[in-house]
């Protein structure tokens, strides 16, 4: 049934209603148009079982926690439940172009940004005016599926004019909660007139929180968060409620999105689901699920919690040496991915690249590729496959000229004082400089393709800080070195300091030679270590040639960067200017 004209509630109190309304258990991710269908993913929340209808109601968005109905027909439709899979698990479907509301403007061909570029730079906000749908499921209430006396025991039927009166009433009990009970079903509109113009934030390594951790109130107040949530709270506040995180339109997870070994192997499940789906699960159902509709995007990379604590192969484990964790760890990630639409791989292919914004991001998979170490194999044993090295090389060729950034959730740069006092210490180091073969591929690819101003991005460490980097040929190359820049956020939530590493560990400054590309000599300089502890996120923002970097901090707020990343110079930090 569709067509419904959402007017005035009538008839149904909350007394007589038989329809319960219900928000999805997840954000519902959105995908660019394919075949005139917008791809969409969310999750039903288990508790409820399946739905017997979906409603979808046009809605504008005007920022912050202020939603409108539009003044346009709902639409309901049965729900058919999905071949496979249960309430709670990833729900992929799609919804037709010519269902949604147009943006603001988009029929005259006026511009339809959701914001502009504001603040600490002056200038004029526009106003935030978002069209879009949100989803709801209906669910009978259990006194409608056996009513007594007219209805003989027979599961009630409603017909087209009483079920209209009682998705109404449903509705408007559904609306009258407040918008954080339920925003996060919002979907946006499909809009083509999005600018170049990159920002966006990284963050790393959510330890779950405990018993002791709970936080009510969270949503309104980032401050009433507990530790175990503080962060993520503070990036929900961040990009619904500042100027400069309403342009934030991405967020990368830079692995260990969940602690499948939260308990170090103490208390840990023994059952795949309880380790890993419903770590996933409970990830995107607490304040991931909040992010507002100008977060367009949220892509995740594998790291070791997510399959175990620092995993690699090792001979004579069982399963060819990945232990018995690995295959279940590695589907899971994938068919958790935040991705709705289509996305180049599997669950043996976790590797990826995409262009955003103007922006090309390389998505690395740092963990799952690596070879087993042992003292007879450091200097050669690899962290990525060939296979991912070369698809980097061909990633680098088709960005250049454009921002790049690689997301890995092991720290490229720096190496760790240990492996630089002694090579074969690599095998201790569970970061790219563990597997020394690898680092200068790695950097000799970057030297090939003259990728100046490439930012890598990481968050394995659980401490925020930066380096930049020269590589430049010892044989006396005329050409200008190569300078890009590693930038590490800290843990969301890490709170077992030996789990943090310590900025003495870290090799910088530091300067290393290499065997690159076709026989080259290449030299690695790396730049002193930019220490930012504690618990957080990073944002980054492209600006002209820069890169603009903060590190989100509780009780710190600052307008002025923290570093200006630049592919002609070595990174300048707050201290600098």
Known sequence: MSGFLSGTRR??????????????????????????????????????????????VPMRWRGGWVYEQLPLPWRIESFVPPGMGQPGAPWRISQAVEAFPPQPGASSGAATDMTVEVGIDGGDE??????????????????????????????????????????????????DLPPHRWAHGFVPSPDESVSDGVCFALAACQYPPGLLDASPGWELDASQAGPGLASLARLHRFTRSTVRGRTCSLVLFAGDQIYADASGGLADSRSGIERYARGYGEF?????????????????????????????????????????WF????????????????????????WHDFDWRGAAFFIADARCEREARRVANWSSA???????????????????????????????????RTTVEHAASCLRSDAWDGYPHSLHELLGAVWRHRASGLVFLSGDEHRSGWVSAEISAVDGDDRAPVRIHSVHSSALYAPWPFAITAAEELAAPDAFEFDGPDGR????????????????????????????????????????PDGVLSSGNLASSKADR
């Open 11 to 56: 008839g149904t109190g909350a007394d007589g209603l038989l329809i319960g309304a219900e928000a999805p258990g997840h954000r519902v991710e959105r995908a660019a148009p394919e075949t005139g269908r917008v791809p969409l993913l969310t999750a039903l929340r288990p508790e409820r079982g399946w739905p017997h209808w979906l409603l979808w």
């Open 126 to 175: 526009r106003e935030i005016d978002v069209h879009g749908l949100l989803l709801v499921a209906l669910y009978l209430e259990p006194r409608a599926l056996a009513m007594e006396g007219a209805h003989r025991g027979v599961m009630h039927e409603l017909g087209e004019e009483e079920l209209q009166a009682q998705v109404e009433g449903a509705l408007g009990q559904f609306l």
């Open 284 to 324: 995107k159902a607490g304040p991931a699920r909040l992010l507002p509709p100008t977060v367009a995007r949220v892509v995740h990379a594998i790291d070791d919690h997510e399959i175990v604590d620092n995993w690699e192969p090792s001979p004579g484990a069982s399963h060819g040496g990945n232990g018995p």
């Open 327 to 350: 295959d279940v760890a590695r589907q899971a990630a994938w068919h958790h991915r935040w991705e709705a639409g289509a996305r180049v791989g599997g669950p043996e292919l976790l």
């Open 382 to 416: 690899r962290l990525w496959s060939t296979s991912q090295r070369d698809a980097f090389g061909e990633w680098l060729s088709r960005a250049a000229d454009r921002p790049k950034f690689v997301l890995s959730g092991s720290l490229p740069l720096p190496r760790r």
């Open 521 to 560: 000599r290449l030299r690695c300089v790396v730049s002193v270590w930019a220490d930012r502890p504690g618990d957080g996120f990073a944002v980054l923002r492209v600006r002209g040639g820069e890169v603009e970097l903060w590190f989100d901090r509780s009780g710190q707020i600052s307008d002025a």
